[in-house]
């Protein structure tokens, strides 16, 4: 018997109405997506979120009457069970910093939405953090500067460990990375325990703190 497709309840939130209109006609091509809400500005995205209790919301971070960020931290302090994925342009360190600090899920560039915003919300749904590609890479690649402490602990990663945290990252399951990859699901599974074994977390969600962290937010 064929499974349902579960069923995702999504505010968007961003000052552009053609932003909008873009990311509701790929999100609603999912079959049982629904668009419950949208906002143009922070304070709304909040109020929606409070009143509506969306499954998910997708928030730019530069909205007027406070931003992406600010909104995400209201809504999460609420207490909501809403989980937050970062839209943006911007390839910035010290937002992705502030998004990890606030207890967001996911930060997705504007310029990956076409291919990655249905990846990004069904890992947020089933429980896992997403970041786009470039940033996903900017966490695990040492700067040329870095020296000892968590530079030498990344440096001690293999290239297909490498790979795989890239991967899973960006929300891929085992299966998916092992087609990728060209190897066998059992090997992504190896390469995913020893990396987590050297960096002494236990989720995935802790692997991606843990990267963001060591790459991005100054003692």
């Not at 109020?47 to 809504?75: N, W």
Request: with cysteine; net charge positive; charged share 25%.
């Amino acid at each position: 018997m064929k499974k349902t497709p579960a069923r995702i309840r999504i505010l968007i939130a961003d000052d552009h109405e053609v932003v909008r209109r873009g990311l509701r006609d790929l999100l609603q091509a999912k079959a049982n997506w629904e668009i419950c809400g949208e906002a143009s500005t922070g304070l709304e995205a909040v109020e929606m979120a409070g009143r509506m209790k969306p499954d998910i919301a997708v928030l730019d971070i530069s909205m007027p009457h406070f931003s992406g960020l600010e909104a995400a931290r209201q809504i999460l302090k609420s207490g909501s069970s809403t989980r937050v994925l970062i839209f943006t342009m911007h390839e910035s360190p010290q937002a992705v910093a502030e998004m990890l600090r606030i207890g967001a899920h996911g930060y997705l560039l504007k310029s990956d939405a076409a291919r990655y915003v249905v990846t990004a919300v069904e890992a947020l749904h089933h429980g896992h953090s997403f970041l786009s590609p470039q940033i996903a890479e900017m966490t695990i690649r040492p700067s040329p500067d870095e020296k000892g402490g968590m530079g030498e602990l990344r440096a001690e990663l293999t290239s297909r460990e490498t790979e795989v945290v890239r991967l899973l990252a960006t929300g891929q399951k085992n299966k998916q990375i092992a087609f990728i990859l060209g190897i066998s699901v059992r090997t992504v599974e190896a390469h995913r325990s020893r990396v987590m074994n050297k960096l002494g977390v236990r989720t995935l969600g802790e692997l991606i703190r843990h990267l963001i962290h060591t790459r991005v937010i100054e003692p």
